[in-house]
């Protein structure tokens, strides 16, 4: 049985790739998982190489979802998307960080997408 942290997960996962794709980008991946960690979602908008992460809550106990990618998670997500590139032989290729923000409400989740929300957090 999934546990409500996991269900949760995929729910959030599920409508960032729903709006994901309403503003054109192509999901190339799910869930990828490397040596150095996990990136949500990778897709492709564009020229440009989107790298993912999906942070949903159902409090604000902890504060809005968006403040959740801390910098070591930045970190973690920054190599998993260079091992990706390097993968993937797509080296040179235009890339950003986005967040999907999923704040769920009793009635409807309040969805924020947050382009550019970090620099890769390595070099």
Request: glycine residues 6%; positive net charge.
């Amino acid at each position: 049985m999934i546990n409500s942290s996991k269900k949760k997960g995929k729910s959030g996962e599920a409508l960032a790739v729903k709006i994901l794709k309403k503003r054109g980008c192509k999901i190339l991946e799910q869930n990828f998982t490397c040596p150095m960690g996990e990136i949500d979602i990778i897709a492709r908008q564009g020229d440009t190489l989107v790298f993912v992460e999906v942070k949903t809550r159902l409090s604000s106990s902890f504060g809005p979802a968006k403040l959740s990618v801390t910098p070591a998670k930045q970190k973690k997500i920054s190599l998993s998307a260079l091992f990706y590139v390097s993968a993937n032989k797509l080296n040179g290729c235009k890339s950003r960080f986005d967040v999907v923000a999923v704040d769920e409400k009793a009635d409807k989740p309040l969805v924020e997408v947050i382009e550019n929300a970090f620099e890769c957090a390595v070099q």
